[in-house]
Protein backbone atom coordinates (compact mmCIF):
# COMPACT_ATOMS: atom_id res chain seq x y z
CA UNK A 1 0.00 0.00 0.00
CA UNK A 2 0.95 3.68 -0.83
CA UNK A 3 2.04 5.26 2.62
CA UNK A 4 3.09 9.01 3.21
CA UNK A 5 5.29 9.07 6.93
CA UNK A 6 6.22 12.08 8.60
CA UNK A 7 8.18 10.79 11.59
CA UNK A 8 8.45 14.21 13.42
CA UNK A 9 5.57 15.74 14.86
CA UNK A 10 6.41 19.21 15.98
CA UNK A 11 9.79 20.92 15.34
CA UNK A 12 11.23 24.30 16.59
CA UNK A 13 13.87 26.47 14.47
CA UNK A 14 15.52 30.12 15.31
CA UNK A 15 14.38 32.92 13.32
CA UNK A 16 17.22 33.10 10.29
CA UNK A 17 17.75 29.63 10.78
CA UNK A 18 17.84 26.70 8.40
CA UNK A 19 15.45 23.88 9.69
CA UNK A 20 14.73 20.40 7.77
CA UNK A 21 11.39 18.19 7.59
CA UNK A 22 11.92 14.47 6.66
CA UNK A 23 9.12 12.81 4.68
CA UNK A 24 9.75 9.35 3.34
CA UNK A 25 6.87 7.50 1.16
CA UNK A 26 6.48 3.76 -0.07
CA UNK A 27 5.58 2.80 -3.64
CA UNK A 28 6.20 0.59 -6.22
CA UNK A 29 5.08 2.91 -9.14
CA UNK A 30 7.51 5.07 -10.87
CA UNK A 31 5.67 8.04 -11.95
CA UNK A 32 4.33 10.23 -9.21
CA UNK A 33 4.40 13.60 -7.77
CA UNK A 34 5.36 14.39 -4.33
CA UNK A 35 4.43 17.57 -2.50
CA UNK A 36 5.02 19.78 0.41
CA UNK A 37 2.06 22.07 2.09
CA UNK A 38 1.42 24.37 4.65
CA UNK A 39 -1.34 24.86 6.80
CA UNK A 40 -0.82 27.79 9.24
CA UNK A 41 -3.09 28.80 11.81
CA UNK A 42 -5.39 30.27 9.13
CA UNK A 43 -5.91 26.90 8.30
CA UNK A 44 -6.03 28.00 4.35
CA UNK A 45 -3.72 24.79 3.51
CA UNK A 46 -0.99 26.23 0.91
CA UNK A 47 1.51 24.59 -1.70
CA UNK A 48 4.91 25.43 -1.09
CA UNK A 49 6.82 23.11 -3.25
CA UNK A 50 6.55 19.72 -5.81
CA UNK A 51 8.29 17.52 -7.31
CA UNK A 52 8.27 15.16 -9.69
CA UNK A 53 9.43 12.02 -9.58
CA UNK A 54 11.07 12.11 -12.85
CA UNK A 55 13.02 14.78 -12.52
CA UNK A 56 16.40 14.05 -10.95
CA UNK A 57 16.96 17.81 -9.60
CA UNK A 58 15.65 18.70 -6.74
CA UNK A 59 13.04 21.87 -6.93
CA UNK A 60 13.55 24.99 -5.30
CA UNK A 61 11.25 28.01 -4.33
CA UNK A 62 12.95 31.09 -3.00
CA UNK A 63 13.64 29.66 0.50
CA UNK A 64 12.35 26.47 -0.08
CA UNK A 65 14.41 23.36 -1.34
CA UNK A 66 13.53 19.63 -1.02
CA UNK A 67 15.77 16.61 -0.78
CA UNK A 68 14.64 13.95 -3.01
CA UNK A 69 16.02 10.48 -2.68
CA UNK A 70 14.10 8.30 -4.74
CA UNK A 71 15.86 5.17 -4.55
CA UNK A 72 15.58 5.48 -0.48
CA UNK A 73 11.91 7.02 -1.10
CA UNK A 74 12.89 10.24 1.01
CA UNK A 75 11.52 13.53 0.18
CA UNK A 76 12.39 16.07 2.36
CA UNK A 77 12.13 19.85 2.98
CA UNK A 78 14.82 22.18 4.00
CA UNK A 79 13.68 25.70 4.82
CA UNK A 80 16.29 28.65 4.88
CA UNK A 81 16.56 31.86 7.20
CA UNK A 82 13.46 30.78 8.76
CA UNK A 83 11.01 33.66 9.40
CA UNK A 84 8.34 33.81 11.91
CA UNK A 85 5.64 33.39 9.27
CA UNK A 86 6.84 30.53 8.39
CA UNK A 87 5.18 28.94 11.60
CA UNK A 88 2.75 26.14 10.70
CA UNK A 89 1.98 23.04 10.04
CA UNK A 90 4.09 21.42 6.96
CA UNK A 91 2.55 18.02 5.38
CA UNK A 92 4.24 16.22 2.59
CA UNK A 93 1.78 14.58 -0.08
CA UNK A 94 1.41 11.91 -2.58
CA UNK A 95 0.04 11.25 -5.85
CA UNK A 96 0.59 8.90 -8.79
CA UNK A 97 0.47 9.78 -12.40
CA UNK A 98 -2.93 8.54 -13.80
CA UNK A 99 -4.88 9.19 -10.64
CA UNK A 100 -6.21 12.02 -9.01
CA UNK A 101 -5.92 10.38 -5.34
CA UNK A 102 -3.76 12.30 -2.52
CA UNK A 103 -2.00 10.38 0.35
CA UNK A 104 -0.84 12.92 2.81
CA UNK A 105 1.29 12.41 5.78
CA UNK A 106 -0.10 13.46 9.41
CA UNK A 107 2.47 16.59 9.34
CA UNK A 108 4.74 18.54 11.21
CA UNK A 109 4.01 21.28 13.25
CA UNK A 110 6.55 23.71 12.75
CA UNK A 111 7.24 26.73 15.47
CA UNK A 112 9.47 29.47 14.60
CA UNK A 113 11.15 31.07 17.42
CA UNK A 114 12.03 34.84 17.75
CA UNK B 1 -9.13 35.73 -7.80
CA UNK B 2 -11.03 34.69 -5.42
CA UNK B 3 -9.96 31.00 -4.48
CA UNK B 4 -11.94 28.71 -2.42
CA UNK B 5 -14.36 29.42 -0.12
CA UNK B 6 -16.29 27.49 2.54
CA UNK B 7 -18.88 28.11 4.75
CA UNK B 8 -19.53 28.26 7.52
CA UNK B 9 -16.08 28.60 9.12
CA UNK B 10 -16.78 26.85 12.72
CA UNK B 11 -19.87 25.26 13.38
CA UNK B 12 -21.00 23.76 16.54
CA UNK B 13 -23.99 21.38 16.72
CA UNK B 14 -26.02 19.25 18.96
CA UNK B 15 -25.53 15.41 18.63
CA UNK B 16 -27.77 13.52 16.59
CA UNK B 17 -29.06 17.01 14.92
CA UNK B 18 -27.67 16.80 10.72
CA UNK B 19 -25.11 19.57 9.46
CA UNK B 20 -24.63 21.05 6.20
CA UNK B 21 -21.12 22.18 4.92
CA UNK B 22 -20.61 24.38 1.43
CA UNK B 23 -17.77 24.69 -0.40
CA UNK B 24 -17.42 27.44 -3.47
CA UNK B 25 -14.75 26.07 -6.09
CA UNK B 26 -12.15 28.54 -8.18
CA UNK B 27 -14.40 29.07 -11.14
CA UNK B 28 -13.81 26.75 -13.94
CA UNK B 29 -11.70 24.08 -11.38
CA UNK B 30 -13.59 21.09 -12.65
CA UNK B 31 -11.81 18.94 -9.59
CA UNK B 32 -13.82 18.83 -6.53
CA UNK B 33 -12.09 17.21 -3.33
CA UNK B 34 -13.35 16.56 0.51
CA UNK B 35 -11.18 16.03 2.82
CA UNK B 36 -11.46 15.50 6.68
CA UNK B 37 -8.72 16.46 8.86
CA UNK B 38 -8.78 15.21 12.80
CA UNK B 39 -6.71 16.36 15.64
CA UNK B 40 -2.90 14.96 15.04
CA UNK B 41 -3.99 13.03 11.79
CA UNK B 42 -3.27 14.24 8.37
CA UNK B 43 -5.84 14.58 5.66
CA UNK B 44 -8.43 11.83 5.12
CA UNK B 45 -10.15 11.30 1.91
CA UNK B 46 -13.43 11.75 1.80
CA UNK B 47 -15.20 12.21 -1.95
CA UNK B 48 -14.16 13.47 -5.25
CA UNK B 49 -15.97 14.92 -8.16
CA UNK B 50 -14.54 15.57 -11.70
CA UNK B 51 -16.80 17.56 -14.02
CA UNK B 52 -20.11 15.87 -14.77
CA UNK B 53 -18.87 11.99 -14.06
CA UNK B 54 -20.02 10.07 -11.17
CA UNK B 55 -18.33 10.86 -7.56
CA UNK B 56 -15.90 8.93 -6.33
CA UNK B 57 -17.46 7.93 -2.50
CA UNK B 58 -15.07 5.65 -1.57
CA UNK B 59 -13.76 7.62 1.67
CA UNK B 60 -16.94 8.89 3.30
CA UNK B 61 -16.91 7.00 6.63
CA UNK B 62 -20.40 5.84 7.06
CA UNK B 63 -24.11 6.39 5.02
CA UNK B 64 -24.59 9.46 7.51
CA UNK B 65 -22.03 11.37 5.00
CA UNK B 66 -23.23 12.26 1.88
CA UNK B 67 -22.01 15.39 -0.69
CA UNK B 68 -23.50 16.71 -3.55
CA UNK B 69 -22.37 18.97 -6.60
CA UNK B 70 -24.59 21.19 -7.92
CA UNK B 71 -24.14 22.39 -11.40
CA UNK B 72 -20.45 21.31 -11.55
CA UNK B 73 -19.79 24.14 -8.88
CA UNK B 74 -20.43 24.39 -5.33
CA UNK B 75 -20.64 21.33 -3.46
CA UNK B 76 -22.55 20.16 -0.32
CA UNK B 77 -21.44 18.01 2.55
CA UNK B 78 -23.89 16.71 4.53
CA UNK B 79 -24.21 15.06 7.88
CA UNK B 80 -26.62 13.33 9.05
CA UNK B 81 -27.15 12.38 12.96
CA UNK B 82 -23.76 13.49 14.15
CA UNK B 83 -21.49 12.04 16.25
CA UNK B 84 -18.63 13.13 18.37
CA UNK B 85 -16.31 10.93 16.50
CA UNK B 86 -17.39 13.35 13.54
CA UNK B 87 -15.59 16.33 15.06
CA UNK B 88 -12.97 17.51 12.61
CA UNK B 89 -11.72 20.17 10.31
CA UNK B 90 -13.49 19.37 6.87
CA UNK B 91 -11.28 20.92 4.05
CA UNK B 92 -12.42 21.44 0.20
CA UNK B 93 -9.82 21.52 -2.67
CA UNK B 94 -10.36 22.40 -6.32
CA UNK B 95 -7.94 21.71 -9.27
CA UNK B 96 -8.46 22.72 -12.75
CA UNK B 97 -7.93 19.26 -13.62
CA UNK B 98 -7.47 15.91 -11.81
CA UNK B 99 -4.43 15.88 -14.22
CA UNK B 100 -3.23 19.31 -12.67
CA UNK B 101 -1.69 18.21 -9.64
CA UNK B 102 -2.03 20.52 -7.86
CA UNK B 103 -4.68 21.19 -5.07
CA UNK B 104 -6.37 24.52 -4.15
CA UNK B 105 -7.78 24.43 -0.31
CA UNK B 106 -10.27 26.46 1.49
CA UNK B 107 -9.65 27.35 4.85
CA UNK B 108 -11.86 24.11 5.89
CA UNK B 109 -15.11 24.29 8.38
CA UNK B 110 -14.32 23.06 12.33
CA UNK B 111 -17.18 21.13 13.33
CA UNK B 112 -17.68 20.34 17.23
CA UNK B 113 -20.50 17.76 17.85
CA UNK B 114 -21.37 18.57 21.34
Known amino acids: AQTVTQSQPEMSVQEAETVTLSCTYD???????LFWYKQPPSRQMILVIR??????QNATENRFSVNFQKAAKSFSLKISDSQLGDTAMYFC???????????FGTGTRLKVLA | GAGVSQSPSNKVTEKGKDVELRCDPI?????LYWYRQSLGQGLEFLIY????????KSGLPSDRFSAERTGGSVSTLTIQRTQQEDSAVYLC????????????FGPGTRLTVT
Open chain 1, 51 to 56: QEAYKQ
Open chain 2, 27 to 31: SGHTA
Open chain 2, 93 to 104: ASSPTWTHYEQY
Open chain 2, 49 to 56: FQGNSAPD
Open chain 1, 27 to 33: TSESNYY
Open chain 1, 93 to 103: AYTTSGTYKYI
